[in-house]
């Protein structure tokens, strides 16, 4: 399913998730910390309270009295309805077994289960110990308790008491609820200003994006100018050089694709005139002989204007994004001998020597159409410059891990001042014209060349024969791996 992306809401969506995840484990770290801070301040007061009623523990006529004064229960008199109860007994035995003096003789002990050899253990451990708080059940309500054994003079037989004191636990958790609550706004105010903070700073870092933006939006079709680096930060920087450099691309294509329709316009326009010249004087001539010499030049003149349309479209085919890349295998050998077939009419028209000549047999990987019609162009534009009586030879090899497509002719050859020329659409050399076919050729023929030559990677030269004159094209191309 398709879906909106907003760069500003995932960049936020990044920043405040880390943020909210830390702030989650700080409310918990919090709530334990509230927790603990509420246990320590009961424990304290039970501490306080269970002090307090140790102290006031005396002896009065060889009879120990626990009297419980007021400030132990008051002080938990909190404004919540706690519950405190309590308990104190004679220490000479476990907890439990002592002589109750005052309190619930049902309060619970901090060590149940005495007939466990563990918990009787654990029982006279607390017999050695004082001031320890455990949690109990007792009437339905969950207790804080606080155990102490307290010392009695002048007690024959009593030589302690042992003091528990018990309170519910609504101040208990109301304490842990302020604490944490107060811990928890704050920490969702961070986390409500760390976000705002994060949209500001991104409206105010993302600005240069959407000026950037509007910039592209508001442009003209054929406005290609470059943008300034200068109005981004250097991380974005690099996506607005290669845009850029897309524009100057499509700056210099479209230029190109001018010239090229102007160029053909003008090499389209001279030949139809001419046909249509040659065929009004046909349709005015009486003489039969006259006619059917207006009628043979009217055929001739088509022949080179569908040559012309071919080639045309070869180019526009062979130009780039124009076709779907393609990596078959190619057997150039197979193809040469294709080309050099379907060509040798013309040789034997002209009086030339066509010939191949395949020392291995390279395979390559690309677009078999386009490799055919780079080699169709390459033995075609050499028969119509080479001259009657002269030769083209096709060679294939094997040279550097590279396939190697050399035409050799006897032609006129290419001065080398002229040499990056004849690869441009629709250059011409007049020179090379032959007397029997002035100006035959279109101008297109390395052009397609280049153009299949470029698209598959590979290279295209042109150099002297090392005998004689003539022109050797020499074409690389990678071999299959």
């Known amino acids: 399913m398709k879906y909106l992306r907003s760069l500003?809401?995932?960049?936020?969506?990044?920043?405040?998730?880390?943020?909210?995840?830390?702030?989650?484990v700080n409310v918990w770290t919090t709530y334990r910390s509230a927790l603990d801070m509420a246990d320590l301040i009961t424990d304290r007061m039970l501490l306080a309270s269970a002090t307090a009623i140790a102290e006031q523990t005396q002896v009065n006529s060889n009879v120990v009295e626990a009297l419980i004064p007021p400030v132990a229960l008051e002080m938990f008199d909190t404004g919540y309805g706690d519950r405190v109860y309590y308990r104190v007994e004679t220490a000479e035995n476990a907890p439990g077994k002592g002589r109750l003096l005052a309190g619930y003789d049902d309060l619970p002990l901090p060590v149940q289960a005495p007939n466990d050899p563990a918990m009787r253990q654990a029982?006279?451990?607390?017999?050695?110990?004082?001031?320890?708080?455990?949690?109990?059940h007792y009437r339905g309500q969950d207790l804080?308790?606080?155990?102490?054994?307290h010392a009695v003079i002048g007690s024959p037989g009593v030589g302690a008491v042992r003091v528990m004191v018990g309170v519910t636990l609504s101040a208990h958790g109301a304490?842990?609820?302020?604490?944490?609550?107060?811990?928890l706004g704050q920490q969702v105010l961070l986390l409500a200003v760390a976000g705002a903070l994060a949209i500001i700073g991104l409206a105010r870092g993302l600005g240069p994006l959407m000026r950037l933006r509007d910039e592209v939006r508001n442009r003209e079709p054929d406005q290609l100018e470059p943008f300034a680096l200068e109005s981004v930060q250097s991380e974005l920087r690099p996506l607005v050089a290669a845009l850029n450099h897309h524009m100057d691309r499509v700056k210099k294509q479209m230029a190109a694709q001018r010239r090229f329709i102007a160029n053909a316009a003008h090499q389209l326009r001279t030949p139809l005139t001419v046909l249509n010249m040659q065929a009004t004087y046909a349709l005015r001539e009486v003489d039969a002989r006259e006619r059917a010499t207006a009628l043979t030049a009217i055929q001739s003149g088509t022949r080179r204007l569908a040559h012309l349309a071919g080639q045309l479209l070869t180019l526009s085919r062979a130009s780039p994004g124009s076709r779907r890349p393609r990596h078959d295998p190619v057997d150039l050998a197979a193809v040469a001998r294709q080309v050099l077939e379907s060509l040798s009419a013309l040789a034997v028209e002209r009086h030339i020597d066509l010939g191949l000549e395949a020392g291995q047999m390279p395979v390559v990987t690309g677009d078999e159409t386009m490799l055919r019609e780079m080699l169709v162009n390459l033995v075609d534009n050499a028969l119509r410059y080479t001259p009657g009586g002269g030769s083209v030879t096709v060679l294939l090899g094997i040279e550097d891990e590279s396939a190697v497509i050399t035409v050799q002719d006897t032609g006129p050859g290419i001065p080398a001042e002229e040499r990056e020329q004849v690869f441009e659409r629709f250059y011409r050399r007049q020179e090379n014209a032959t007397p029997e076919h002035p100006t035959e050729g279109s101008g297109l023929g390395l052009a397609i060349v280049k153009e299949v030559v470029d698209a598959a990677g590979g290279s295209i030269a042109l150099r002297d024969p090392a005998t004689g004159t003539g022109l050797i094209v020499e074409v690389r191309l990678a071999l299959r791996g």
Do not use: C, K
Not at 8 to 24: Q, S
Not at 175 to 183: D, E, G, K, M, S
């Open 8 to 24: 500003r809401l995932e960049l936020l969506v990044w920043l405040t998730l880390p943020l909210a995840a830390v702030v989650a």
């Open 123 to 136: 029982a006279d451990d607390f017999a050695a110990s004082n001031g320890t708080p455990y949690h109990g």
């Open 175 to 183: 304490t842990v609820q302020r604490l944490w609550l107060n811990a």
């Open 144 to 149: 804080h308790l606080m155990a102490i054994q």
